[in-house]
């Protein structure tokens, strides 16, 4: 769908009018080139003479004109070092800058208009235009307002802190007519430095475990002396000491006493216990009976709602008819057993593991004293709240696609979280969509229907044991049956039916395997037309790829994301793909001396299978900024390779490029491969992809209003054949050349997010067409956004949910 089909801007400009648009200091860019041509001639000088009104009146917005007389304007704080020795100024100026709390009026190159709109507004307006500018103007921040004796004290505080001891903070005010500003100027020496750190510690036992665990402390000697340092070291050992069971210390009975040396400015740390410790600190724990309530409220009593209970592998649990999921399947999760010491990791592995398991609402562990003769010794009693067991859900949406393929779609789903008293997950879902292609004389129809046969297990099913992992995450089986009908009306039916069995699991928080050993799919049509016969016969390399299709084969997945971590300024996202088709059935055959060739292909089942490999690497980077915009970028690059059996690639199974996650400037799929024009008017759904991709997206993300968020981006890349093909459309890919043959696009965003559901609204323009003639490939000089021809032939409107990456 091209949004130009959808504007109108009018190019015939009155001289007359213009001059009083002129007057307004808020012009567009767009607004003053349609200004320019509609008053070239005598009316020359008017663009200019506006462009010095706006920039009079810029320059007017400094906000200190209608300032009461006893005050000043607050324009910030410098921070100034003073020492006679050699330290770092830069590093130590940078850790300082964050204490002062009191932070001036927004300006932009000078210019205050957030402050000037609440100036001009006045203490107490009436006018609907005065209420508004006071509201989205910013007040004055006064110097009178600026508490730089407590900042001067922050200051000193944090030097202190960093081994700076003796450190002295000034505060000097610097006024102006209007304005003032505070300059902070520090006394400062050499931080203090760790000379040694002596462990002296009262308990044997418990000195001998952390004295074990002496090589990970985060005290070295040499470096500076940290506070921040000294909390966390005793969180460490804190942590340390509850895996091997001393259920109840904590880290404020780690006391490190000091010894300065004023001569060489250096400390020697004594690590001791607090003297009034508790004797249960001292104690190492173990576990004695583990209670499990499957059907606990967050209203009810965890000792009254444990009477009922039934043994399970030294377990106790709730009474049978209680029971949602059989105790032996939860206890697969609990890492806390009988006769065990206490651990906090194995503490937080089976609540996350519990939780995982996609059954639960509430998962909380409580603990208690045993009441038995020895002491060292807990209870602990596994509280669930289950999420209902079934699950309706339906969806009804409208589709609009890039190739201007519109119409609605639902989506109807079942799910049962414990099918077979186990956890496991059984997912029905039935889809169906109704499609039109708008925008031309013969249109064209699709309607599809897909439903789908899903069971997952929160665990390893396989022929063989696998050993239990200690990871935080819980393994997960899949299999799923499908089967997907596509009319093509006037065109062909596609039939598709495929199976998947396959496992996914977490090695921690931001690695994520999945691998499916056997994944199979196959494809035929029917009901073919002459038209759709006629189209195959004049592309030879879409014939070949609509052809039946028999896929049996694995794929291995590994996901690196480091978006979970919020506070991360840099960071990276990898997916590395690797699949396999049609390796083992033709290995078979070679052992049987009948070895296929692409020529010759061999079947089974009455059906000629695909053999190929594939790989491809998504890698992405975030750059986060301090006022939450955000630089995106994405290198995605793939290479695939038919053989053996196969001459070209499955359709599913080929590259494509262009559309709305994709190079945006451009139809979906309708890019490539190489130099070739596709005609995706012309050929409407039959697009044409490559055995090699390579796409580099950037984008720049920025904060508009509350919901509303903005971009500007850039997308390149291409598809292209191998020099192994036989197909010969367009150009195969070759390191000299394939720079040259990318296709480039530009363009910016609009987004509503709302955390859980992202609109996206991104309008792209070419700037590089691979297939035109190689020196007028860039088309960026034929750039007439006021054109309606040019609207028409190159802006592309995508519609779509969530970011493009």
Request: charged content about 20%; some cysteine.
């Amino acid at each position: 769908m091209k949004i130009a089909k959808n504007i109108k801007t009018n190019t015939n400009f009155n001289p007359q009018k213009t001059k009083k648009i002129l007057f307004l200091s808020h012009l567009g860019e767009s607004t003053r080139r349609g200004i320019e041509v509609g008053v070239r001639g005598s009316h020359s000088y008017l663009p200019l003479f506006g462009g010095l009104v706006a920039l009079l009146f810029l320059f007017s917005c400094t906000g200190t004109s209608h300032l009461p007389k006893s005050e000043k304007l607050y324009t910030g704080s410098v921070i100034q070092l003073e020492s006679t020795e050699k330290i770092d100024k830069t590093q130590l100026t940078a850790v300082l800058k964050p204490l002062v709390q009191d932070k001036p009026n927004k300006s932009y190159l000078g210019m205050r208009p957030q402050l000037w709109m609440y100036m001009m507004a006045g203490e107490n307006p009436k006018d609907k235009l005065k209420k508004w500018l006071r509201k989205i103007g910013e007040a004055p921040i006064y110097i009178s307002s600026v508490k730089s004796g407590a900042t001067t004290s922050i200051i000193d505080a944090k030097l202190f802190n960093i081994g700076i001891f003796n450190s002295s903070t000034t505060a000097t005010i610097v006024e102006k007519k209007h304005t003032a500003k505070v300059i902070y100027t520090s006394k400062v020496h050499k931080p203090y430095t760790i000379k040694e750190l002596v462990y002296s510690l009262s308990d044997t036992k418990l000195g001998d475990a952390i004295i074990a665990e002496k090589e990970n402390s985060l005290i070295k000697a040499g470096d500076d002396y940290n506070l921040d340092v000294l909390k966390k070291e005793r969180l460490r050992i804190d942590g340390m000491l509850k895996n091997k069971g001393y259920f109840y210390f904590n880290p404020n009975y780690l006391l490190f006493k000091a010894d300065t040396f004023d001569i060489d400015h250096s400390i020697i740390f004594k690590l001791t216990l607090k003297e009034d410790m508790p004797k249960n600190a001292l104690t190492v724990y173990h576990i004695n009976k583990v209670y499990i309530n499957q059907e606990y409220s967050l209203k009810g009593n965890p000792v009254d709602s444990i009477k009922d209970t039934a043994m399970c592998q030294d377990t106790i649990s709730s009474k049978d008819e209680e029971m949602n999921i059989r105790p032996n399947v939860i206890m697969q999760s609990v890492y806390l057993r009988k006769g065990e010491v206490y651990s906090r990791n194995n503490h937080n592995i089976t609540l996350n593991r519990l939780m995982s398991m996609g059954t639960f609402k509430f998962v909380q562990i409580q603990f208690s004293e045993s009441d038995t003769t020895a002491t060292g010794f807990l209870d602990l009693t596994i509280l669930i709240t289950p999420i209902s067991n079934h699950t309706f859900r339906a969806e009804l949406d409208v589709v609009n696609k890039s190739n201007n393929y519109t119409g609605p779609r639902m989506n109807l789903s079942f799910q049962n979280r414990n099918t077979f008293s186990g956890a496991e997950l059984l997912n029905l879902t039935m889809a169906g969509s109704f499609e039109a292609q708008l925008g031309k004389e013969n249109k064209q129809f699709s309607y599809s229907y897909y439903p789908q046969v899903e069971l997952t297990f929160p665990r390893f099913i396989t022929p063989f044991k696998i050993k239990q992992s200690n990871s935080l995450y819980i393994p997960k089986t899949r299999l799923a049956l499908s089967y997907n009908f596509l009319k093509r009306v006037d065109y062909f039916d596609m039939n598709t039916f495929q199976f998947l069995y396959g496992f996914k699991w977490k090695e921690n928080l931001k690695n994520e395997i999945e691998f499916n050993p056997i994944n199979i799919s196959y494809t035929s049509l029917s009901n073919q037309s002459d038209v759709f016969n006629a189209l195959l016969e004049s592309n030879t390399f879409l014939k070949k790829s609509y052809e039946e299709q028999f896929i049996a084969g694995a794929n291995y997945l590994f996901t690196y994301n480091e978006q979970m971590l919020p506070n991360k300024k840099l960071q990276t996202y990898i997916h590395f793909n690797v699949e396999s088709a049609g390796s083992i059935f033709s290995l078979v055959k070679n052992i049987t001396g009948d070895a296929p060739t692409s020529e010759n292909p061999s079947k089974v089942m009455s059906s000629i299978y695909s053999q190929y490999g594939k790989v491809s690497i998504d890698a992405r980077a975030f750059y986060n900024f301090k006022d939450k915009n955000k630089l995106a970028f994405r290198l995605f690059a793939g290479v695939a390779k038919p053989f053996g059996n196969s001459s070209v690639l499955p359709y599913s199974k080929q590259f494509f490029s262009g559309g709305p996650n994709s190079i945006r400037a451009f139809q979906l799929n309708s890019i490539g491969p190489g130099i070739y024009n596709q005609q995706i008017e012309r050929t409407s759904f039959l697009q044409i992809g490559g055995d090699i991709k390579i796409e580099v997206n950037g984008e720049y993300r920025f904060n508009i209003y509350k919901y509303f968020k903005g971009a500007l981006f850039v997308d390149a890349g291409n598809v292209w054949l191998q020099k192994s093909n036989p197909i010969n459309i367009g150009s195969t890919f070759a390191f000299s050349s394939f720079m040259n043959e990318m296709a480039v696009g530009a363009g910016l965003g609009l987004r509503i997010d709302v955390s859980f559901f992202i609109l996206r609204f991104d309008l792209a323009f070419p700037l590089r067409k691979p297939w035109l003639d190689e020196n007028k490939r860039w088309v960026i000089d034929e750039i007439k956004p006021l054109s309606s021809a040019w609207r028409n032939d190159n802006l592309m409107l995508n519609i779509a949910i969530g970011y493009p990456f």
